[in-house]
Nanobody
Framework: QVQLVESGGGLVQAGGSLRLSCAAS????????MAWFRQAPGKEREFVSV????????YYADSVKGRFTISRDNAKNTVYLQMNSLKPEDTAVYYC??????????????WGQGTQVTVSS
């Protein structure tokens, strides 16, 4: 069992940066691949990025590649999403998830409650 709690969201101007954190409970955090998804109003949940359990592999959606960086600290049971050069279209609720190394939301069992990111133009 893994419980996930996101933090770090907020309001930022276009071009700005935010760093999201996802703190996990449970001793098995280091065995899970971790991902970030986002969901804008009226839209389906969208894959953002995933990182392998060791941190050795990462994968990004084309829409965020080169702007966002996913990382993890297994000693702190935390995964991060550094978001730079933010755009208004990045506005969404951001969720972290634990599960397999995939971009498919349906394959993830454990989810956080989400944190709101709003980018103003």
């Amino acid at each position: 069992q893994v419980q996930l709690v996101e933090s770090g969201g907020g309001l930022v101007q276009a071009g700005g940066s935010l760093r999201l954190s996802c703190a996990a409970s449970g001793r098995t955090f280091s065995t899970f691949n971790m991902a970030w998804f986002r969901q804008a109003p009226g839209k389906e949940r969208e894959f953002v990025s995933v990182i392998s359990w060791s941190g050795g592999s990462t994968y990004y959606a084309d829409s965020v590649k080169g702007r966002f960086t996913i990382s993890r600290d297994n000693a702190k049971n935390t995964v991060y999403l550094q978001m730079n050069s933010l755009k208004p279209e990045d506005t969404a609720v951001y969720y972290c998830a634990a599960g397999p190394y995939t971009a498919r939301a349906n394959n993830y069992v454990y989810w956080g409650q989400g944190t709101q990111v709003t980018v103003s133009s």
